[in-house]
């Protein structure tokens, strides 16, 4: 048959190298390139392509401790992370040249409520099925958005529940990390599913008046912010982290509220 026949057939091969493994794969079944499948190659509408690559930069790998047949999607960022700056640069400027005049203050000004650590619970108030309530967990905390439905969960009072709980406009940022570059990674909070943070992540719940939550998501993940504004703010040791009083210091820079939503 011609090269560029649409004929149902495939070989994949894997080769085993003793490392990494195949439990999970990336596949996507592409039917069209946009070009026509016969030896003229005319261009056609139909193409695969672009939604190809789309799925591939936002694809997930799985935790290397899931167990069973459970999935828990970690999202692989760096595209994602490159395209954010891009947007955030055209849109507002660098923060540490503010070309546009924005104006700073620091954050403690800009809260709906004041920081918030999370909690401790010993080990034998987690569960393994659904009577607990999910929590989130440093690791769980390091690529973005909380990925929900595999968190782990833990047996927490009613009160425990208002003291810890997590909203979506909410961001929680990372307080140690062993690395520097690490340490205050912000993440933001999805699903509708009640929903509380273990102690090494700090909530911050924005005054929503001023303070848009995903800008100042964004702003928190821009590298020129973090080296400029953030670092200064972390303590070098064995375990980097920031603490209260150093995320109340970094000073955001803020464009209308309107521009901030867009």
């Not at 690529?143 to 003291?163: C, D, F, H, S, W």
């Not at 929680?172 to 102690?199: H, M, Q, W």
């Not at 590298?223 to 009083?245: D, H, L, Y």
Request: glycine share 6%; net charge negative.
């Amino acid at each position: 048959f011609k090269p560029y026949a649409g004929v149902s057939t495939a070989v994949l091969i894997f080769t085993k190298t003793g490392a990494g493994g195949t439990d999970w794969v990336w596949f996507y079944d592409m039917t069209a390139d946009g070009l026509s499948l016969d030896d003229k190659r005319q261009p056609v509408q139909e193409n695969d392509i672009p939604d190809l690559l789309q799925r591939w930069h936002s694809r997930v790998a799985p935790d290397v401790a899931v167990k069973d047949a459970s999935f828990k999607g970690l999202p692989l960022l760096d595209e994602n992370e490159e395209l954010l700056r891009a947007v955030f640069l055209d849109m507002f400027g660098n923060p540490v040249t503010n070309p546009k005049g924005w104006e700073f203050r620091q954050l403690e000004e800009l809260l709906a409520e004041p920081l918030q650590n999370g909690a401790y619970f010993h080990k034998d108030y987690y569960v393994d099925d659904h009577t607990g309530i999910e929590m989130v967990h440093m690791s769980d905390a390091f690529y973005g958005t909380v990925q929900r439905g595999n968190l782990k969960r833990v047996n927490a009072t009613l009160a425990e529940i208002e003291k810890y709980k997590l909203n979506s406009n909410d961001v929680i940022v990372t307080r140690r990390s062993l690395n520097y570059e690490g340490s205050a990674k912000p993440c933001l909070v999805s699903g509708d599913e009640p929903l509380i943070f273990e102690s090494s992540l700090i909530r911050v719940r924005a005054n929503q008046e001023v303070l848009d939550h995903i800008f100042f998501f964004s702003y928190m993940s821009l590298p020129e912010a973090r080296k400029a504004f953030v670092f200064p703010n972390v303590t070098k040791s064995t375990i980097s982290g920031i603490n209260q009083a150093g995320l109340y210091r970094i000073p955001i820079f803020l464009p209308p509220l309107s521009l901030q939503r867009n």
